[in-house]
C-alpha cells in the first residue's frame, strides 16, 4: 500500500482538488458538486479548495491557534503549555510535570497521553514524532491549509474527568460545536472513548437531541442523552466569540468542574468526508453556511 499512499499524498500536494473529488466519488458513489454546493461537506471542501485559508492554517496549528484564542480575549480557556519544540531530541524532560499530553501542531489525532514522565519510554516517543514531524500532514487528503502548518510538537496539560462527566462518560466529553457565519447551532458529543470508538449525539441550541440527524456505525455508536452543561450558555457565547470570522468551524470545547477548555477549532472534519451525519443534517446544515460570509467585527 506504500506506494499507493505515497501517489496520493503527491497527487495531495499538486492536484488537491482531482484528488478530493476522487476520494469523494470512492467514499459516496456520487460525484463532487463544486460549482453549486448545497451540504454540508460540500461547502465545507468548496471553503477549503476555492478560497483562501490563511486563516484556517494558523487556527489549525495547534500550537499558533493559541494567539487566535488570545486576540479574542478568551486566553483563560488555553490549558497550561509547557513547551514547544521544532526537534523532539531537545526535550528536556526535566522541565515537564508529572503528567501531560504530547502532540503535533500540524497533525490530527497524534496526541500522546503520559501520566507517569519516570517510566515513559523517552527514546521510542522521539522516535516516533520525529516520523510525524518529517512526514507532514494533509497532502493524503488534499488539505490545503494544513500541509502549510510547520510541523512542530508541543506538550500541554493533560485534563482529567471530573466527578459530574464520570457519570456519563469513562472519558472527557467533547462539546464539539457547530458554527456557521459566526454562530453556534449544533453540539456533537462525544464520549466513552476508547481505541478510536466514541458514543456520539448531536444537539440542537435548545438542548433537544437529535438523533436523526446521526448514521450510527461500531466506531461512533448512539449514546446516552447527556445533561445540559449548567453553563451552557457561556460555552456558546465562547464558541460563537471564536467562529466570528469563518463561515463554517466547529468549536470544540470542554468542561470541567465548571471551568470551560479549549480543545481545537476543526475546518475539515474528516476531510470534509463525514460520513457520520444524516442526509437530512448535511442538507439541514449546509443551507445555514453562506459561503460569502465575513465578520463585521
Not at 520525529?130 to 502549510?148: C, D, F, N, P, V
Not at 472519558?171 to 449544533?186: E, V
Not at 474528516?270 to 444524516?278: D, E, I, L, Q, V
Amino acid at each position: 500500500m506504500r506506494p499507493l499512499i505515497w501517489g496520493a499524498e503527491w497527487f495531495g500536494k499538486h492536484y488537491p482538488v482531482l484528488l478530493v473529488r476522487i476520494r469523494y466519488f470512492v467514499r459516496f458513489k456520487k460525484c463532487l458538486n463544486l460549482d453549486d454546493p448545497k451540504t454540508l461537506n460540500e461547502k465545507i471542501l468548496y471553503l477549503s479548495l476555492k478560497t483562501d485559508t490563511s486563516l484556517w492554517t494558523k487556527c489549525a496549528d495547534k500550537y499558533k491557534v493559541r494567539e487566535y484564542v488570545k486576540s479574542k480575549g478568551l486566553e483563560d480557556i488555553l490549558v497550561k503549555l509547557y513547551g514547544v519544540w521544532d526537534n523532539p531530541n531537545d526535550i528536556d524532560t526535566v522541565l515537564l510535570p508529572g503528567q501531560f499530553i504530547l502532540k503535533t501542531t500540524h497533525g490530527s489525532g497524534d496526541v500522546l497521553i503520559v501520566k507517569e514522565k519516570s517510566i515513559a519510554n523517552w527514546k521510542q516517543i522521539r522516535k516516533e514524532f520525529t516520523k510525524s514531524i518529517k512526514k507532514g500532514y494533509g497532502a493524503l487528503e488534499g488539505g490545503i491549509h494544513y500541509m502549510r502548518i510547520k510541523p512542530r510538537m508541543i506538550a500541554e496539560e493533560l485534563l482529567l474527568n471530573d466527578a459530574e462527566s464520570q457519570k456519563h462518560s469513562s472519558s472527557l466529553i467533547d462539546y464539539k460545536i457547530w458554527c456557521f457565519n459566526g454562530k453556534a447551532y449544533y453540539i456533537w458529543t462525544c464520549s466513552n472513548r476508547i481505541n478510536g470508538k466514541m458514543d456520539v449525539m448531536t444537539y440542537d441550541r435548545n438542548w433537544n437531541a437529535h438523533p436523526e440527524f446521526s448514521i450510527f456505525d461500531k466506531k461512533h455508536p448512539r449514546g446516552e442523552l447527556i445533561p445540559k452543561p449548567h453553563n451552557f450558555e457561556k460555552m456558546m457565547t465562547i464558541a460563537e466569540k471564536l467562529a466570528e470570522d469563518f463561515s463554517v468551524v466547529r468549536v470544540d470545547l470542554y468542561n470541567l468542574s465548571g471551568k470551560i477548555y479549549f480543545g481545537e477549532l476543526t475546518f475539515t472534519s474528516t476531510g470534509g468526508m463525514m460520513y457520520y451525519y444524516s442526509p437530512e443534517f448535511q442538507l439541514l446544515a449546509g443551507d445555514l453556511i453562506d459561503l460569502n460570509y465575513h465578520s463585521d467585527k
